[in-house]
C-alpha cells in the first residue's frame, strides 16, 4: 500500500460539537504531520510526529488536540471550534524526520464550523 | 527561520509552450527542495524534488534546476498540457528542522487549449 487515507472526506461541524479526523498509513514510515490549508494557499504545518510522539507543535490552539495510538495511525481531535477553522485538513507521511524525507499527502478532510 | 517565495503566482500559457515557476529562499543550510502539484479539490502531489548535492533533475516533460550560491531553484514544464493546470508549490527543508517544509505561496498555472 503506497497511500495515505484520511477519514471523513468532509465534515460538517457545530461550534460546540467534538468530532475527529483520522489518518492511516500502511508505508512503514515513522513521521506523520498534520496540515491546515485554505483555498489556494500552501498547506501550514500544525503538528509533526515521529516514532509516535509529538515533536513539533507549530502553536496550535488548544482546541485542536493531536494523537498517534500506532505507527500507523494518527487523530485530530476537534472541539469548540471557529469558523475561521474551515480549511482542508491534510495529513501527511515521511519515512522518518529527516530533513529530505519525502512526504507523502493524503486526500484531506473538508472541514466545515457553523 | 527559512523563507521561500514564489513567482510568479498565476501564470497562463498556451498548449504546447513552456512554462517556467521561480523559487527562492533565505537559509543556506536547506538541503531538500520539492515540487508539489495539486489540482482543484485533490491533495499535493509530488512531482519532482531536488537535493542540494545536485543542480539538475529531469523527469519526461518536468524539470528541476538548482542554483545553491544564489539560493533559488526553479521547475520548467515544456510541452504543457491542459491537464498540467493546476497549483504548484514550491518548498524547502533543513537537514536540521526535522522534516518541516517551508512552502512557497504557490503558482497558479493555467493551460490554455
Known amino acids: 500500500d503506497t497511500e495515505v487515507t484520511q477519514t471523513p472526506k468532509h465534515l460538517v461541524m457545530g461550534m460546540t460539537n467534538k468530532k475527529s479526523l483520522k489518518c492511516e498509513q500502511h508505508?512503514?514510515?515513522?513521521?506523520m504531520y498534520w496540515y491546515k490549508q485554505k483555498a489556494k494557499k500552501p498547506p501550514e504545518l500544525m503538528f509533526v510526529?515521529?516514532?509516535?510522539?509529538?515533536?513539533i507543535n507549530e502553536s496550535v490552539p488548544s482546541r485542536f488536540s493531536p494523537e498517534c495510538p500506532n505507527s500507523s495511525l494518527l487523530n485530530l481531535h476537534l472541539h469548540a471550534l471557529q469558523p475561521e477553522d474551515s480549511a482542508l485538513y491534510l495529513c501527511?507521511?515521511?519515512?522518518?524526520?529527516?530533513?529530505?524525507?519525502?512526504?507523502?499527502f493524503g486526500p484531506g478532510t473538508r472541514l466545515t464550523v457553523l | 527561520g527559512e523563507n521561500v517565495e514564489q513567482h510568479p503566482s498565476t501564470l497562463s500559457v498556451q498548449e504546447g509552450d513552456s512554462a517556467v515557476i521561480k523559487c527562492t529562499y533565505s537559509?543556506?543550510?536547506?538541503?531538500?527542495f520539492p515540487w508539489y502539484k495539486q489540482e482543484l479539490g485533490k491533495r499535493p502531489q509530488l512531482i519532482i524534488d531536488?537535493?542540494?548535492?545536485?543542480g539538475e533533475k529531469k523527469d519526461q516533460r518536468i524539470a528541476v534546476t538548482l542554483n545553491k550560491t544564489a539560493k533559488h531553484f526553479s521547475l520548467h514544464i515544456t510541452e504543457t498540457q491542459p491537464e498540467d493546470s493546476a497549483v504548484y508549490f514550491c518548498?524547502?527543508?533543513?537537514?536540521?528542522?526535522?522534516?518541516?517544509?517551508?512552502f512557497g505561496q504557490g503558482t497558479e498555472l493555467s493551460v490554455k487549449p
Open positions: 537559509d543556506s543550510a536547506s538541503n531538500y
Open positions: 510526529y515521529s516514532y509516535e510522539k509529538l515533536s
Open positions: 518548498a524547502a527543508a533543513l537537514w536540521n528542522q526535522g522534516g518541516k517544509l517551508i
Open positions: 508505508m512503514g514510515h515513522r513521521a
Open positions: 501527511a507521511s515521511s519515512q522518518a524526520l529527516i530533513g529530505g524525507d519525502t512526504q507523502y
Open positions: 531536488i537535493r542540494s548535492n545536485v
